[in-house]
């Protein structure tokens, strides 16, 4: 069970790594000021800006959501690693029990 756990936090960390890189892109790109420059002359530059602040603002809230479960599944991984070498340094001990043989109960 341990090492199903370890298995999908592992995963989980991969996914957040690529999660990350495409939130740190996307910050980026939003901070540049070639995005402020629009081609269409109907949107007012005004409503641009506001709408990228917004959309780099929940960027940054989900980049530092992501840092956070990056570092608790980090957290997860380390306790599930030491549960699985706690395991391996235990002995088994097998009691055997030996059973006495029964008596035929002989009726005469």
């Known amino acids: 069970m341990v090492t199903i756990c370890l298995a999908m936090y592992v995963v989980s960390l991969l996914g957040l790594i690529t999660s990350i890189g ?8 939003y ?9 269409d002359y109907y949107v007012n ?3 641009f800006y506001n709408h990228t602040v917004q959309v780099a603002c929940v960027e940054g809230i989900l980049f530092a959501s992501s840092l956070c479960v990056f570092a608790f ?13 706690s395991t391996h340094t235990h002995q088994i001990i097998v009691q055997h029990i030996v059973m006495r043989p ?4 002989t009726s005469n």
């Open 45 to 47: 530059r005004d409503e």
């Open 102 to 105: 029964q008596r035929e109960a």
């Open 31 to 39: 901070s540049h000021p070639y995005i402020m420059s629009s081609r």
């Open 73 to 85: 599944l980090i957290f997860l991984s380390i306790i599930a690693r030491f549960a699985i070498k």
């Open 22 to 29: 495409y939130r740190i892109h996307l910050l980026l790109l």
